[in-house]
């Protein structure tokens, strides 16, 4: 019995974290992942450094962005997309 509650303490522990810390990540990188894998061309995004653009070409991996005025176009790694920006129609 002193054994069982030896251990009961550090497994609750484990469980606690898991719940609180672990899970909420997972979740997480699974909706930037599907985000990811759904991107389309004309959508606008955000890099995870801050850049915005509009999708016009989408390879494997690699995604080329229009961004500015003069419509400059560069590309991208799939894993810097940080968030596609959702443009309503009454702007």
Same mark, same amino acid.
């Given at each position: ?11 609750? %522990?484990? =469980? ?5 810390? +672990?899970?909420?990540?997972?979740? *997480?990188?699974? @909706? /930037?992942? #599907?985000?990811?894998?759904? %991107?389309? =061309? ?5 890099? +995870?450094?801050?850049?915005?653009? *509009?999708?016009? @070409? /989408?390879? #494997? ?5 229009? =961004? ?24």
């Amino acid at each position: 019995m002193d054994i069982l509650r030896a251990f009961a303490f550090p497994i609750a %522990l484990l =469980v606690i974290f898991y719940f609180l810390l +672990i899970r909420p990540q997972q979740k *997480k990188d699974k @909706k /930037i992942r #599907e985000m990811r894998s759904n %991107l389309s =061309v004309g959508d606008q995004i955000i890099t +995870i450094g801050g850049i915005v653009g *509009k999708v016009t @070409k /989408i390879k #494997e991996d690699d995604i080329t962005i229009e =961004v500015g005025a003069d419509k400059t176009k560069f590309d991208v790694k799939k894993w810097a997309i940080g968030n596609k920006v959702n443009v309503s129609e009454d702007n």
